[in-house]
């Protein structure tokens, strides 16, 4: 079948890409960026990539025009809690209007548990795109998950952090709200099962795991997992607003994203009608078996997506690609440079490594402060980490950067900053080759500022710059002390 897949570069996408090739399935991924996606154009291998914002009017020319079916996979939850209900209604209708001029049979979408009834804004969110969907011309298979466990989604990484770094938590209301976690292998097996089901087509269906359980009960039973023994004390009175900025401050999340996280927290969102397990039979993940299999891609060093890809910043995806290239005026720069004391790979080695558990080679502290910063003014700060321990790609999260370009073969990095600021700010590595033969390493450290504010910024932390990007240089040039 030819398949379209939005949002192929999301959590999911990256998972479903993969299965569905191994199905035999011809997949067209439609990306926003094809800087940001790692996998290439290859109609030989039956994959097939291609370019478009779903936010800006469609060109059909450029997009695929003869389909079997679709998944769409795009979400806004990351995004302010009062714009991204209407940016998730025009993405669907633009996406509902041209999928009905492809011929497609059958358009496949994840949605959110949830009685109708009682609905956070997020999840009200979710039905309105159902209903757009269903307004178009191509049959629609709803899905709809609560909470997905697996290595580098959301949930998972909300809980790991929760569990891992508070002896003590505090229990709010919503803690004690039922909820029927997925593992992320049951979620995907079911999205490939209904490709093609004429028993699915047209047809609405709860997905969840074989448990019920509180958040309180996972969080328990996450701890159990990881050995770890943890006190959870309720507390009577803790506003929607005040656990926003709990699990922010403790977490990896973003506020948005807490916020509509919270929000859905709120309500019960149990599978009510559970069909889908006759038409799709499957043997389901208990909780604790995905917690360990999440923990297994973890210490292997395989996990393919996490939920940090998404851009977090202000800045979508497109306007992201315009700063690959770094401004030279109206800028600021501080301009290192240091030959290479070790083998080149062994220094590509370690900037390919830099950041999460890994540091920043000299003065953590003062990173750990900067990010400290960035959290209490509302950005990103360092917690989000990075996917994988030792691989960059376009797009991925790096603390509080996010990565443009990421070259092995010409050696060139190049780190956008999403941390707060009042301008913008770039930190790219590059290894420079002199013509007798020797090797250096280039760090060049550029600011935009914006306005007053941005240069008064600039001239506040010049002092600080010779001690960490100095050290830092050092750290990434200097062949390590044996």
């Not at 469609?58 to 806004?76: F, R, T, W």
């Not at 074989?210 to 006190?231: D, K």
């Not at 996990?303 to 910043?313: G, I, K, L, R």
Request: glycine share 8%; net charge negative; hydrophobic share 45%.
């Amino acid at each position: 079948m030819r398949v379209l897949l939005t949002g192929a570069n999301g959590y999911i996408g990256m998972r479903l890409l993969p299965l569905l090739l191994e199905a035999g399935h011809e997949v067209h991924c439609l990306v926003r960026s094809r800087s940001r996606f790692p996998v290439e154009h290859d109609p030989e291998r039956g994959v097939h990539v291609h370019e478009a914002d779903l936010l800006e009017p469609l060109d059909a020319a450029s997009l695929p025009s003869e389909l079997d079916a679709a998944y769409y996979l795009v979400h806004s939850l990351s995004t302010s809690a009062g714009d991204f209900g209407a940016l998730e209604a025009r993405a669907a209708q633009a996406f509902a209007d041209y999928l009905g001029t492809t011929g497609a049979r059958q358009l496949i979408y994840l949605g959110g548990l949830g009685d109708d009834g009682a609905l956070s804004q997020h999840l009200d969110s979710r039905r309105n795109v159902e209903r757009l969907l269903r307004e178009g011309a191509v049959p629609v298979t709803v899905l709809r998950a609560a909470i997905i466990v697996g290595s580098g989604s959301a949930s998972f990484e909300i809980m790991r952090d929760l569990v891992e770094k508070l002896p003590v938590m505090v229990a709010p209301r919503w803690l004690r709200s039922l909820t029927q976690p997925i593992a992320v292998r049951d979620a995907l097996g079911y999205l490939v099962g209904v490709l093609g089901e004429p028993r699915a087509i047209g047809e609405t269906f709860d997905v969840g795991g074989p448990e019920v359980l509180t958040y309180q009960t996972m969080l328990e039973r996450f701890a159990a997992v990881r050995g770890l023994r943890r006190s959870i004390l309720p507390v009577p009175v803790l506003t929607p607003r005040l656990s926003s900025y709990w699990l922010y401050f403790v977490t990896s999340t973003s506020y948005p994203l807490a916020r509509n996280l919270v929000d859905s927290m709120k309500v019960d969102v149990v599978a009510r009608d559970e069909r889908i397990r006759d038409i799709i039979p499957r043997d389901l993940i208990p909780y604790d078996e995905a917690v360990r299999l999440a923990f297994q891609k973890i210490e292997q060093h395989s996990v393919v997506s996490s939920w940090t890809d998404a851009v977090v910043s202000s800045r979508s995806a497109l306007e992201l690609d315009t700063l690959v290239q770094v401004p030279r005026q109206a800028v600021y720069t501080d301009e290192r440079s240091m030959a290479v004391q070790d083998d080149s790979d062994a220094v590509l080695e370690r900037v390919w490594r830099l950041g999460g558990t890994n540091g920043w080679y000299y003065a953590d502290w003062l990173w750990w402060l900067r990010g400290l910063l960035d959290r209490a003014l509302g950005g990103t700060g360092l917690r989000r980490g990075r996917r994988h321990p030792f691989e960059l790609r376009p797009g991925d999260a790096l603390d509080f950067w996010r990565v443009l370009v990421a070259n092995r073969d010409t050696g060139r990095l190049v780190l956008y900053a999403e941390m707060r600021l009042p301008g913008e700010a770039w930190l790219e590595f590059e290894l420079v080759n002199g013509d007798d033969g020797s090797c250096a390493l280039r760090q060049t450290a550029t600011f935009r500022p914006r306005g007053l504010a941005g240069r008064a910024y600039w001239l506040g932390v010049t002092p600080f710059h010779a001690v960490v990007f100095g050290g830092l240089l050092r750290g990434l040039a200097e062949a390590p002390a044996r």
